[in-house]
């Protein structure tokens, strides 16, 4: 596989299909210190280069405390390749820290946030791009059904509360194993933060069941991001989407008049419980 060519195709996708970069943006990458934030950043800084459109690319890294190794590498690396990068350090989620040592992901996610929005402004962008991948948005979906009772996973654009960022995640095709392949292959130091190794939880647990059910079912990611893209509301059972007095005309694939076991196994003559592979609701586009 060509690391490079693969993740340029993705990401490009992405870019293209969700409108995520536009002509003039000013694009700040929330790295993290991580594989998957840094992979974003090369793959936006090769774009950049050969977009049709102009638009310019930074970096920021926001410090709360919690970094297992020196992030001065990072740094480094950066400089060499020539990429504009702050380091912030939040002084509000050190003290956070320090009082409150146990406290959870939500009040963490809280800071960074606010964080995020002003080093945004100080760097005056439009654009603040995230990391988070087809692994994560997966996990979301899984992680909203089975413990929020909510339908409901990651965006792939949207915006903060008074529209002044857009919001993006451009790694929403990309996996895991692109990721960590891809920074090892250029030598990107990865800083881990101390929440990322923690045991027990509810993301460890969801990427167990990922890791298992993957040894059988391959095209498992492939598949949940088609059907995010393909939503049949007629077939769940929000009322707000459904006609239940049979006053609208609807389309034959779209009124629930197959039998309710079909799947796209069974569209491609595949017994039950067979991988049938990735639909091509995302098309994919010759590398040649």
């Not at 638009?55 to 001065?72: D, H, M, N, Y």
């Not at 995020?116 to 962008?125: F, N, S």
């Not at 792939?156 to 451009?170: D, G, H």
């Not at 460890?204 to 079912?217: K, Q, S, T, V």
Request: hydrophobic letters at 35%; aromatic letters at 8%.
């Amino acid at each position: 596989m060509d690391l490079e060519k693969t993740l340029l195709r993705k990401v490009g996708e992405a870019v293209h299909r969700f409108k995520m970069v536009r002509d003039g943006d000013r694009v700040a990458v929330a790295l993290s210190g991580g594989k998957d934030s840094a992979t974003l950043l090369e793959a936006l800084v090769l774009l950049q280069k050969r977009a049709p459109i102009s638009f310019s690319v930074c970096a920021f890294t926001v410090e709360q405390g919690k970094f297992l190794r020196p992030i001065e590498p990072i740094g480094e690396y950066l400089k060499q390749r020539g990429i504009a990068w702050t380091y912030f350090r939040d002084a509000p989620s050190l003290r956070l820290l320090k009082d409150q040592p146990e406290h959870g992901c939500d009040f963490c996610s809280r800071y960074r946030r606010r964080a995020v929005y002003e080093i945004a402004h100080g760097l005056g962008v439009n654009v603040i791009a995230f990391g988070h991948t087809a692994d994560d948005f997966c996990e979301s979906l899984l992680r909203n059904i089975m413990f929020t009772g909510r339908l409901s996973g990651l965006p792939p654009v949207t915006f903060s509360k008074n529209r002044e960022y857009r919001l993006i995640r451009p790694l929403v095709f990309v996996t895991e194993d692109i990721t960590s392949a891809f920074a090892q292959s250029l030598g990107i130091p990865v800083v881990p933060c101390g929440c990322s190794q923690k045991t027990g939880t509810v993301r460890r647990g969801l990427r167990d069941i990922f890791a298992e059910l993957e040894r059988e079912h391959p095209h498992l990611k492939e598949n949940m991001l088609s059907a995010m893209g393909n939503v049949n509301t007629s077939r769940l059972l929000d009322t707000r989407f459904l006609d239940l007095d049979g006053r609208v005309s609807q389309d034959p694939s779209q009124d629930g008049s197959q039998d309710a076991s079909y799947d796209v196994g069974h569209d491609a003559g595949l017994d039950a419980g067979q991988d049938a592979g990735p639909r091509e609701l995302f098309p994919i586009v010759s590398e040649s």
